[in-house]
């Protein structure tokens, strides 16, 4: 199983590779996970709506038509860790790319939301991309362990 996730933001640095590589080296050799980090496109001479706009055209890049597509937004659903569960392991059953998409601190354009397959919120707390990056890595891991009878989940 592949889950590509699409994030604007800035590079990694060393305590978010090491966070994250803790999840990652826990998970089954079958399950790849593919991050594609984007640029942010911020800059003083574009409005808010030119910067969604162009971090919009950057995402759409980047999503092969088939995948089963997740988008983070505050206005999405909300779920539990074990709905997120079966969220990934129903992509897993039917063979598809789950990709999940990050925006920019701006949020995501209209049409990104509108073409996923489903947006969901984490929270209504707001949180910065970089340590997002790390929750959305510790919940998948949170789903193997809870599909996989794991003790982890509690």
């Known amino acids: 199983m592949i889950i ?72 999405g659903d909300q779920m539990s860790s074990k709905k997120f569960s079966d969220l990934i392991f129903d992509c897993f059953k039917t063979s598809k790319v789950l990709t999940f998409i990050i925006g920019g601190s701006f949020g995501l354009s209209s049409e990104i939301k509108d073409n996923s397959n489903w947006v969901l919120s984490a929270s209504l707390f707001t949180f910065p991309h970089r340590l997002f990056r790390l929750i959305l890595i510790e919940q998948i891991y949170r789903a193997h362990t809870i599909k996989n009878n794991m003790p982890y989940h509690k």
């Open 4 to 75: 590509r996730i699409i994030s604007i933001g800035n590079k990694l640095n060393s305590w978010e590779l090491d966070s994250i590589n803790y999840y990652l080296k826990q998970l089954p050799k079958n399950l790849k996970i593919d991050f594609i980090n984007l640029k942010s496109q911020q800059n003083p001479n574009y409005s808010e709506s030119e910067v969604i706009s162009k971090e919009s055209k950057l995402i759409m890049s980047k999503i092969p038509k088939d995948d089963f597509v997740v988008a983070f937004d505050i206005n």
